[in-house]
């Protein structure tokens, strides 16, 4: 048995607990949002009605980034880094913290999520 596999798993049960303010939070409809801290950093994962994970955005200190996960990437538009909406995209606001509201704009065909800090 790989001992550093089993210890690595063991630290990261430890160090990442799901957030309990779920009252604060809003998710639109059709959509699922998970909360969860790892090391202080607060986390959202956002799954589509089919339980496909979408997007996941990291957020400490006032600075936001997102994971790359999936295929393709989730493109998306960060605070500090703006990035060109879709051509006659729609937004569409689909989780809401007292911290950030994460939209989505899309076209049909081309998908932009995009962080808006309160």
């Not at 990261?12 to 699922?32: K, L, N, P, Y």
């Not at 957020?59 to 998306?76: C, D, K």
């Not at 605070?79 to 939209?103: H, Q, T, V």
């Not at 065909?109 to 808006?116: A, P, T, Y």
């Amino acid at each position: 048995m790989d001992t550093h596999v089993a210890a690595r798993a063991r630290r990261t049960t430890r160090h990442t607990t799901r957030r309990t303010s779920r009252g604060q939070s809003r998710v639109t409809e059709g959509w699922r949002a998970k909360e969860y801290l790892d090391d202080g950093i607060a986390h959202v994962e956002i799954r589509d009605r089919s339980g496909c994970l979408q997007v996941i955005i990291a957020n400490a200190a006032e600075l936001y980034w997102a994971l790359p996960i999936g295929f393709p990437t989730a493109r998306v538009s960060l605070p500090n880094w703006r990035l060109k909406l879709p051509e006659g995209s729609i937004p569409a606001d689909i989780y809401e913290c007292p911290n950030f509201i994460l939209m989505r704009y899309s076209n049909g065909k081309d998908v932009l999520w995009f962080i808006q800090p309160r």
